[in-house]
């Protein structure tokens, strides 16, 4: 079954620190894996996508990791800001079709 | 000014009574989406269409109808079958099924 886990479910951190996000996924066969960012009310925006020879992508403040083997991938937040606050979301895709398979989602609210 | 759109952005409805949300995008897109979005739970996938005329169910199509008579529009009808329509949905598209998908801005549904 297709699944996928991200840790911390929430997390708080003061504006200016860093923070990684961890998104665990059992999907087969794996195409791709995408991190979203959803603010409050809003819908989902995508931040990165990897494919499976990816190891690290970046966008701005965002890394993006990816293990294919252990099924793991991160997102790391450096010099956070007040606009960080959101939830960021893992979604990797499946198969042929890539079905999106999606995840719960880390709420990070980043204060002053 | 290019992106997809939903309308309204709030909605209540009597239990009992059938629904349309709005969906549009001038992206010239041939995929478009729809998911619910609840507390605690990921996006699920309640119908896409992958070119006008056509279109299939997702993973929780029950009580729901779409249409896609024209490329740019989907809209999406909760009828009174839906036992738990209270949710925010969310409207996306995409190039092809095979590519980013870009999200509207929601809707939450209010079913009183």
């Known amino acids: 079954k297709n699944q996928v886990e991200q840790s911390p479910q929430s997390l708080i951190i003061l504006e200016g620190k860093n923070c990684t996000l961890q998104?665990?996924?059992?999907?087969?066969?794996?195409?791709?894996l995408r991190w979203y960012k959803q603010d409050t009310g809003r819908g989902p925006v995508s931040l990165t996508i990897m494919t499976f020879s990816e190891n690290t992508k970046s966008n701005g403040r965002y890394t993006a990791t990816l293990d294919a083997d252990t099924k793991q991938s991160s997102l790391h937040i450096t010099a956070s800001q007040l606009s960080d606050s959101a939830s960021y979301i893992c979604?990797?895709?499946?198969?042929?079709?890539?079905?999106?398979?999606w995840g719960l989602g880390t709420s990070l609210a980043v204060n002053p | 000014d290019g992106g997809i759109t939903q309308s309204p952005k709030y909605l209540f409805r009597k239990e009992g009574q059938n629904v349309t949300l709005s969906c549009e995008q001038n992206?010239?897109?041939?995929?478009m989406y729809w998911y619910r979005q609840d507390p605690g739970q990921g996006l699920r996938l309640i119908y896409y269409?992958?070119?006008?005329?056509?279109?299939q169910k997702g993973d929780i199509a029950e009580g729901y109808s779409v249409s896609r008579e024209k490329k740019e529009s989907f809209p999406l009808t909760v009828t009174s079958a839906q036992k738990n329509p209270t949710a925010f949905y969310l409207c996306?598209?995409?190039?092809?099924?095979?590519?980013?998908?870009?999200f509207g801005p929601g809707t939450r549904l209010t079913v009183l």
């Open positions: 998104c665990n996924y059992t999907v087969s066969p794996f195409s791709n």
């Open positions: 979604s990797p895709g499946a198969g042929n079709n890539r079905k999106l398979i």
């Open positions: 996306a598209s995409s190039i092809d099924h095979y590519n980013e998908q870009f």
């Open positions: 269409s992958q070119i006008v005329n056509d279109f």
């Open positions: 992206l010239n897109h041939d995929a």
